[in-house]
């Protein structure tokens, strides 16, 4: 099919759906079409030459408003894309929109709702783009993790989320909210098509067509995080037929670490919009902005070094495994949207760096989606794919 | 002294001497001096207030124009400071203008002069904002360090050059060219300066007051590069009263792994420039990015692991010393303005991530500056430059 076909059929569907759904921030028909058709005229450049994408509205875009979720950039227009645009463009994609963040991609919602129960939040803070996937109004997305913002909204959406290793897909032109922590990610409808997105941009053949692995190690692990686990959590891993292997001593303080080096960070990434726009912020950013100004250096260096020790231990966590199993989320979407639900079981893994999948896994009592989260090797993502993968399949048929 | 005073007297030396040196990209004495007296009118913000910086033309500013060093950005305003502006800003720190970048911080130079030596080259790729320190325009100033970027200007022209730790200084709005080697440092005229300006701005006390280290255990090494070593360094280290320690064999191949990194990510972060504006790329830069486009990301993934190990070895590299001393550059500032030297001897710890800062230490055969350069271990500054400050003051009585 061509390029100006599957955009129409994209824009066909977000025409249908986006008024219930509200996934994107930016949307400008004719400029995609375009786009399309300039595509179409050029020879394929890559294997998803022609496909369209999603954007968060956290990457930059010269020729689509990019405002980062907040009224501070109302109207803003880049001079230059970010990296990932340009590199998904020279590889003949196509971008349909930007799609909704939550404010500086942190907690504050934006207007997106669950596509798959419209009274709940679909996660944050990659709100839009979890849903347009969901909603198949674009086969595939970007989106960003600083806490749990990629894993958790595709948990809840049910598609398939990729938080790569941690400096995997290049950073710039995206919002830098924690330099130590903000890391580029995925949404698919497919593991498969989530590697091949993910190589094609990162010029990395053993992504684009994934060696299969028939019978991956895997085990799981419940984490020092699985008291917030909900009975459909835990319901899900009592059916999981695995080895169990224990939480780590070492991760045990990591999540206050996370939120330690995230608060601090935030604060000097967003200096000049709190110097300049502090009443454009909302009250949860501003609180966090001046809880992480009073962080002093010497804290924020040991939680940076409580991190680096446990991705030192690291090789011990996984053994022999291919990839470990933990929760993605502790449930089901809450309803409403003034939250974007926890990131619980997303920070400690966003902050030793190591590659996460979310594949889809049935639904719970309420009938929305429940995701299982696999984490892998630093810089092994090809491996934790293939992992997952063959787990999908394995959930496919159960 | 007020603000306005401070920022007058720098303006006055600009005036008398910018037409030779050529240190600023952006210069607006108008609105620096009213920048300085709203500084005037404020309580005293931290220890620095109202001392006037230079900064380089590679951060985002949103009141003077940023251009990269590129014709691409010509006339370029950004929307926001970045990050490091904007926290000298609310430190009390006066902005008096934008330092010249070479070509977004790579190796095709701009105008400036070495003050030490006009027909020289005054290194790069923070030329501007060592020149100035150097000629005493502005007694602080931001740079960069991808490659050698801060450390060989600071040596070529005669003054202290401090890379933090990877990671310590926010990168937010600072234009990324390799997201795994960027580092932001400073210039100064001293270690302690140099330290100061870096604690305030990161909220460290331990280096606002480098505490004394009268006795610092310090070693050298001659590094894997000292083939490189003109006649000149060689004399200085063989001059040097100190205990000597072997390259480890892990530091052996890590120059052509830092040459990797820098190709594939830049290939990355400058892709829209080079999509969308080709023909204003120089040359030289638009070879490296073609270069960076060709390798395989299974090449890029081993050059990290390779930085990998050679960090996890660090602790055997530093044993018992505080500081190891290196090399800053091959020798003196070569003539012509053609390059900008070479980063041979700063390539390697840019990649490791370790703090580095290079204090002058007499001159050469042409009676240009020579500097020698102090490593130390990750996270852990304020021990490297209280070494360097004693090291500073014993080369000082020398």
Redesign the interface.
Known sequence: MSAEALTRAALDRIAAREAEIGAFAHLDPERALAEARAVDRLPARSPLHGVPIGVKDIFDT?DLPTEYGSPI?KG?R??????L???A??AGMVVIGKTVTTEFATRTPGKTRNPRGPSRTPGGSSSGSAAAVADGMVPLAFGTQTAGSVIRPAAYCGVVGFKPSF?LL????MK??A??LDTAGVFARSVAEAARFV?VL??????VDLPPLPSPRLAFCRTHQWPEAEPATVALFEGLDLPEIAAPPEHAGLAEAHETIYRY?IA??????D??HHDLLSKRLADMIAAG?A????AY?AA??AAETAR?ALPGFFGSYDAIVVPATPGEAPEGLASTGEPTFNRIWTLLGVPCVTVPAGCGPNGMPLGLQLVGRI?DDARLLAAAAAFEARLSRS
């Not at 000097?268 to 919009?273: I, S, T």
């Not at 962080?295 to 010497?298: K, L, P, Q, S, T």
């Open positions: 010269a950039y803003h880049p001079r230059a894309d970010a990296a645009v340009a590199l463009r020279a400096g290049p950073r710039a032109g830098q909210t330099d130590g190589g990162t010029n990395r053949s053993g992504l960070e000097g990434a967003l200096a000049w919009e110097a300049t100004r962080i002093d250096g010497a260096d940076r070094r030192a810089g």
